[in-house]
């Protein structure tokens, strides 16, 4: 019996694809990627799962700081054991006093309030979401914090995508089948990086009455 | 009679081997990390799905939220040479952060974790086996099937796929035991 050595993933996941449902004669290998790239980006914003720690070094009398190029969604500043609050723009600017240690947001910046001085510089982390790199072509991996296992939405997100624009009962019965099983899979990848946010007993409790309704 | 293995049948096997390890936790093993002095993060090899325990210097180490440990580096920034107080680890992305921060020794860890097999390249021998071998069978006839274009029978087997793996998971998570905050669903607290 002859050694068949296994294809990479993103091979296996274009592979699938050419199975039978995704015409090549309607969509080429640049087209298959570029949905697969759309899968890829969807599944990682809808699950947080590229997450990331990033250090901000703060400089007294510096309010803003650039955020990682790679930047999608803050999960949680902290700064000086305290967890930061996030402000609305429309009053991070007012040089109002007397609030709790807060941050806002806009473009590629987060601004901390109150602006670092002397006394307080130090570091405060950010625990972001990262945006996935773009594939090139089908030779590359997946991120290494995209878990493999769940490669399968990749399939089942273009699958849907191809036979939503087919058109046709039969294909549109079977677009609702992978949309569905895309919405499942993503649920279970979201799940597995919701984490205890403070340890205690009641959180624990939290944690296991979620997952008796997510299950 | 002769039976022809092709690449995309093996390829359907390890994708499926691959889910079902992660799924169900069955594959564990004990393994020794190293955390390089004064360094205090570690990256995790890829196999690893999830860390059970982990220990330095015999002691078992406190696994605690992101947003504990971020509360902890920021709010007590210490470095100890003592590398047994190195006590607290958080999970972030592939990494292991670790508190306090430690210098300048190596600490070598002993893990016992949930990992993915490696890839099969042939018809050989599957790292699972019993009823861990079944659901990779009926997994990998399930993906066929959704490819085939035969959603509903896929939804058959996927469905009882699904609870087969569950049943199994909640088996593996029972064995953890413990009184740390990352009690597995559904285990009540001792009275005290």
């Not at chain 2, 990390?33 to 004064?38: F, P, Y």
């Not at chain 2, 893990?111 to 490696?118: G, L, N, S, V």
Request: net charge negative; charged share 20%; hydrophobic share 40%.
């Amino acid at each position: 019996m002859p050694i068949l050595n296994p294809n990479a993933t993103l091979i296996f996941v274009r592979n699938r694809l050419r199975a039978g449902l995704v015409d090549p004669a309607r969509y080429t290998d640049s087209d298959l990627l570029n949905l697969v790239n759309e899968a890829y980006l969807d599944a990682c914003e809808q699950t947080l799962c590229l997450q990331s720690l990033h250090t901000i070094t703060t400089v007294a009398e510096q309010a803003e700081y650039a955020l990682p190029a790679d930047f999608s969604a803050l999960i949680r500043v902290v700064s000086a054991g305290q967890e930061l609050s996030l402000l609305p723009l429309q009053d991070s600017l007012q040089g109002l006093t007397n609030l709790q240690p807060s941050y806002y947001l806009y473009g590629s910046k987060i601004g901390l309030v109150p602006t670092p001085t002397v006394n307080s510089s130090g570091e405060a982390l950010l625990l972001y979401a990262a945006a996935p790199p773009l594939l090139t072509s089908f030779e590359d991996d997946l991120d290494g914090r995209f878990p493999s296992e769940f490669s399968d939405v990749l399939v089942h997100y273009v699958r849907w995508r191809t036979q939503l624009l087919s058109g046709g009962a039969e294909r549109l019965a079977s677009a609702s089948a992978d949309r569905g099983t895309y919405d499942l899979r993503i649920k279970q990848l979201r799940r597995r990086y919701e984490s205890v946010v403070q340890t205690g007993a009641p959180y624990v409790r939290h944690i296991s009455d979620r997952r008796q309704v997510l299950s | 009679m002769t039976l022809t293995v092709t690449t995309e049948t093996i390829d359907y096997i390890n994708a499926a081997q691959i889910r079902v390890a992660a799924d169900s936790g069955l594959l564990e093993k004990k393994d020794t990390l190293t955390l390089v002095g004064g360094e205090d993060s570690l990256l995790l090899p890829d196999e690893v799905v999830k860390i059970r325990a982990l220990y330095a210097n015999g002691v078992a180490l406190t696994e605690v939220s992101p947003v504990t440990y971020m509360r902890l580096v920021t709010g007590s920034p210490i470095t100890v040479t003592n590398t047994q107080l190195v006590s607290n680890f958080a999970n972030i992305g592939r990494s292991l952060y670790f508190w306090p921060t430690h210098g300048p020794d190596d600490i070598t860890l002993t893990a016992i974790y949930t990992y993915r097999p490696e890839p099969i390249d042939s018809d050989s021998t599957l790292e699972l086996t019993g009823m861990g071998e079944h659901l990779v069978e009926q997994l990998s006839g399930a993906y066929f099937l959704l490819d085939d274009g035969q959603p509903e029978l896929a939804g058959g087997e996927l469905a009882n796929y699904f609870s087969q793996v569950n049943r199994l998971r909640g088996r593996q998570d029972r064995r953890i035991g413990g009184s740390g905050v990352l009690r597995q669903a559904g285990r009540r607290r001792p009275p005290n």
